[in-house]
């Protein structure tokens, strides 16, 4: 799977809050913008980087590389004697926090999965710095950076349906065409970032924040959750053979991260000093062809080969000369092509790692890269919306996928080459022809940025994955909604709560979601009596699943029951007395 965010810091800063200590408010900028000798660290600075950073990136938390990448930005003291490179006084443009601030790569900004700052707050920082970083007077807080709440709060994560909404639960001024959803109070979910089938379609891993859930499609359940990631997952590649299922990710700044598991050990991931050499995080991780190496892209802007079987480290690619946010094969194994930040798609010789060939023609940096399994061609994009079509063997474009509205974020064919899928911040995910002859469809049901998207083996299905953590996977011929997945692991193996939701409104679930189930009408709360009874008849795992593999199901019957009938009054004879 393509270029992930990197830990997603700050939506799981969301998560956390909401599990502890609940949500930050937002500083808004100042009315009056000081000059750049006179902006202080006390004054200025510290209220945004308190609102929008400090939650996970603080003294405390630093200790715990997986959640603030060992970055501390709640004390002058810790932002400049802490990581090189964070603050460099007298330059803003090598300071990695405005970088991160002003980048045009959402996976990139901070914060991590909500809306950039303000420009009014960018340019006080960019100020501060330009100016020498000063540290200020110190100011008395009012009250402490981090909020404090007493107890957990959790939202409703809702999931509508195609279910019309019966008449005795529509409120007053409801529209007559409501919709019923089905809510859990689980969220916010941390963002699905990395999707796969295995290569015989019977398991679907999913990657999320420190965590990978193997979905047994067959049972509509999540039959294990692999627990060893120190930070969001961002790639997962199955062997050909479906033997084991390697695991890419890391701590930014910290570390990279690749983890391979053996299948038929019981997922058992392979020795601990296997896979080390990247510095930072590992976007992107492929097997070759023949299951024998390993290739893995990463944010220290170099693209590395391993030996699959025992780690032990091959070539090592540094001609990039920013990240690296994707590497494939080529089919018959002997080439790498890997894309990146610096605007560039190369294609390499994998033994050598020898640059074959420049593609030469984005304008900004590459997010996302797929080469089709006959090798006469690749797709590449960029934030520029639209997907680029490439002749491997003169480095020409011989067309362009426009129709996203937003950065594609992962590309990739069907095994049997007929279809291409992207997988766009644009909220969809679209199904094109293979040659770049235009979209085919369009599929729309997702409610947030999709990151990931992956074939069935059979090109029956295609599944995605996006913010809102939910994975959707829908029928490729008719382009419909099969189902919606979601999962919520615990502290040890076997906590793993999840559910399968139907669009018809049927819903499979772990005994412990099964019974916080909520009804809604639209997005807001159902009430009557009737809820209840309502629920005991959606959930419905044979129903479900029979949805969810494309089987005709019935819709359920939650009509309200008939009035009932007037006793029927017989004549009296006449003459006769009531």
């Not at 919709?179 to 916010?188: D, E, I, Q, S, T």
């Not at 120190?230 to 700044?253: E, I, R």
């Not at 790692?353 to 030469?360: A, C, D, P, W, Y």
Request: proline content about 8%; glycine content about 10%.
């Amino acid at each position: 799977m393509s270029f992930r965010s990197s830990v997603i810091l700050f939506t799981i800063f969301a998560i956390v809050a909401v599990a502890g200590s609940g949500f930050c408010a937002i500083q808004t900028a100042r009315k009056s913008a000081p000059a750049a000798g006179s902006v202080s660290y006390a004054r200025d600075i510290r209220p945004i980087l308190g609102a929008q950073c400090a939650g996970c990136h603080n003294a405390t938390t630093a200790k715990t590389p997986a959640v603030s990448g060992g970055l501390a930005l709640d004390a002058y003291s810790t932002i400049i004697k802490g990581k090189p490179g964070v603050v460099v006084p007298g330059k803003p443009d090598a300071s990695e926090l405005v970088k991160r601030l002003e980048t045009k790569n959402p996976k990139l900004r901070m914060p991590k999965g909500g809306e950039p700052l303000p420009p009014a707050q960018i340019d006080l920082i960019r100020r501060w710095i330009a100016g020498g970083a000063a540290e200020g007077k110190p100011v008395k807080e009012p009250a402490p950076l981090q909020p404090a709440t007493a107890k957990p709060a959790f939202i409703d994560v809702v999931v509508p349906t195609t279910l019309a909404a019966p008449a005795d639960l529509l409120a007053p001024k409801a529209p007559k065409d409501a919709r019923l959803a089905l809510a859990l109070p689980v969220g916010p979910l941390a963002p699905a970032t990395a999707i796969a089938y295995s290569p015989d379609g019977k398991t679907l891993a999913v990657g999320s924040y420190r965590a990978v859930f193997l979905w047994e499609l067959a049972l509509g359940k999540v039959a294990r959750t692999l627990m060893e990631p120190s930070g969001t997952v961002q790639s997962l590649a199955w062997s050909p053979d479906g033997s084991h299922l390697a695991v890419s990710g890391g701590v930014p700044g910290v570390s990279g991260e690749i983890l391979v598991y053996g299948v038929a050990n019981g997922y058992k991931p392979g020795p601990a000093d296997a896979f080390i050499g990247h510095a930072d995080v590992v976007y992107s991780v492929v097997f070759s062809p023949d299951g024998k190496t390993l290739a893995s892209a990463s944010q220290d802007k170099t693209v590395r080969t391993w030996e699959a079987e025992s780690g032990k480290p091959g070539i090592t690619i540094k001609q990039h000369s920013d990240i690296v946010t994707c590497v494939r094969f080529t089919p018959d194994g002997n080439g790498l092509v890997s894309c990146g930040q610096d605007r560039s798609v190369r294609q390499w010789e994998t033994k050598t790692g020898k640059l074959v060939r420049n593609f030469e023609g984005h304008g900004s940096g590459v997010t996302a890269l797929a080469v089709r399994p006959d090798g006469q061609r690749f797709v590449s994009a960029d934030a520029d919306n639209r997907l680029r079509w490439w002749n491997t063997s003169d480095g020409a474009t011989v067309n362009y996928g426009n129709g996203h509205g937003a950065q594609v974020n992962d590309i990739v064919f069907s095994k049997d080459g007929k279809f291409v899928a992207s997988a766009s911040a644009d909220h969809t995910v679209r199904l094109w022809d293979t040659n770049g002859g235009g979209p085919q469809k369009n599929l729309t049901d997702a409610p947030d940025w999709n990151y990931c998207v992956s074939f069935s083996p059979d090109a029956k299905f295609v599944a995605a994955g996006g913010g809102d953590g939910i994975v959707r996977i829908w029928d490729v011929a008719s382009g419909s909604l099969r189902g919606s997945f979601l999962a919520v692991s615990g502290s040890k193996q076997g906590e793993t709560n999840w559910a399968v939701f139907s669009p018809t409104g049927y819903i499979s679930a772990s005994p412990g979601w099964s019974k916080r189930l909520k009804l809604f009408v639209g997005d807001s709360p159902a009430a009557g009596p009737r809820i209840q009874s309502i629920l005991t008849i959606l959930v419905n795992s044979d129903a479900a699943l029979k949805n969810l593999h494309g089987e005709k199901v019935e819709a359920p019957n939650i009509a309200p029951p008939a009035a009932p009938l007037p006793k029927k009054v017989e004549a009296l004879p006449a003459g006769a007395k009531k």
